[in-house]
């Protein structure tokens, strides 16, 4: 999943930079207000983390205008106060959690977690399609009771698709939501992970059904059913 930090002082934005991308999120960073209200809107994010104090537009501004353009990417907002009117200033102005400064990174990374957590169908922090699981806390990846290892970023790519069993999904949507924006990665780089994916989760398991289909000309899909 790809996650933006909109956050004018670099160290802290670079340090959870660093601790999300342990963590498997690709992360694009903005530090003035302008610059990441015109990522926000223009690139596809699976959540915003969003200072409250910025030069330029600060974020409750961001977080209006984005609410305003039906741009509904979860945001957290940080807070350097922990003044009442600011957090609620803060929710009504469109963000979905706060966070008061300094904070724990565990804390920050729970919350993440609680915001983007499972598709329908799926429970607790498991994502399941048939007999694969992925547990989006531990990262452990199973087919029935066998454990499988998997890259960062083959385990990245298989929680995207697997947050989005039974549909359609491009590879452009798998570039934007697994990548972030400074990795050059052409289309022909999703069907190598792609391919790294199958011979890990598909092709050693002869006799359950393959679950990742190539739907041609439009991309990929994981599912039980043909
Ligand atoms: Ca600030």
Known sequence: MRILVIEDEHKIANSIK????????AVDIA???????DFASTEEYDLIILDRLLPGLDGIDICKKLREKQIHTPIILLTAKGQVHDRVEGLNSGADDYLVKPFAFEELLARIKALTRR???NIGSVLAVSDLSLNTLTYEVKRGK?????????????EY????????????????????????????????YIG?????????FKSSKPLIKTV???????????
């Open 161 to 192: 698709v697997m947050r989005h069993p039974n549909q359609i999904i491009t590879k452009d949507q798998i570039i934007n939501h697994v990548w972030n924006y400074e990795a050059d990665i052409l289309p022909n780089t999703v069907e190598v």
């Open 18 to 25: 660093k601790g999300l991308e342990q963590e498997l999120y």
């Open 146 to 158: 066998i454990k499988i290892n998997l890259s960062r970023k083959e385990l990245s790519l298989l």
């Open 196 to 204: 790294y994916l199958r011979s890990k989760i598909d092709k050693p």
């Open 119 to 121: 598709p329908k169908g």
């Open 216 to 226: 041609r000309g439009f991309g990929y899909r994981i599912s039980e059913k043909k």
């Open 31 to 37: 530090y003035t207000g302008d610059d990441g209200y």
